[in-house]
């Protein structure tokens, strides 16, 4: 079932950003956008350079008024010791959410039960906690967050501008469509 236009559900964790525990709920989400990126596991292989790679668009999405949160189903304190042993984890300075009871990632349908982690799940999410976009990799293809990015842009414009659309490719200062009649099968 897709989760695009539903709120998130209730949740409440523990984080690690920036030397301390943190408290996080869904609460978080609301009256900014967010970006909710879940992956297997602590101290694996593809993870470190996606969480890497999302730290290095950190700036820009900070730019844009987004917030970041990763999430797996380690706890807090793995993710403390992940961030304290990882050259690329090190540079970390979003949120990173523990899920061990796995109710976040039951809640955003990216548990794989069998194994009790996380699938690569990313969520964007608007400042009313509703989700607006979707993507779930399987677990050994890393994401792109320059992607992401541009699928943030996509999205604000189109909350910012109702009546608009944005095609395919489509990149901010560009031009959109106004669903219409007269557009219909003229494109």
């Known amino acids: ?14 984080a690690y950003q920036n030397g301390q525990f943190i408290d996080v709920s869904e609460e978080n989400f609301k009256g900014k956008w967010s970006v909710v990126c879940f992956y297997p596991a ?9 969480l890497e790679d999302l730290q290095n668009h950190y700036e820009e999405l900070k730019s844009l008024g987004v917030e ?15 961030h304290d042993s990882s050259e690329a984890i090190k540079k970390i300075t979003y949120i990173m959410v523990g899920d ?10 990216v548990l ?7 699938d690569r799940g990313t969520f964007i999410i608007d400042p ?12 050994g293809m890393g994401r792109d967050a320059s992607v992401l990015v541009q699928k943030i842009k996509t999205a604000q ?7 608009e659309v944005c095609p395919a490719k489509w990149e901010e200062g560009a031009a959109t469509l106004k669903p219409s009649l007269d557009l219909v099968g003229k494109i």
């Open 1 to 14: 079932m897709s989760l695009i236009g539903k709120k998130v559900e209730q949740f409440q964790a523990s």
């Open 42 to 50: 602590d101290f694996t292989f593809v993870c470190p350079t996606e």
């Open 100 to 109: 061990p009871s796995q109710k976040i990632s039951r809640n955003f349908d």
């Open 157 to 163: 414009h189109i909350r910012n501008n109702p009546g």
């Open 68 to 82: 970041v949160y990763s999430v797996s189903t380690d706890t807090h304190f793995t993710h403390k010791a992940w």
């Open 112 to 118: 794989d039960e069998e194994t009790g982690l996380a």
């Open 128 to 139: 009313d906690g509703v989700i607006q976009a979707v993507e779930i990799n399987s677990g």
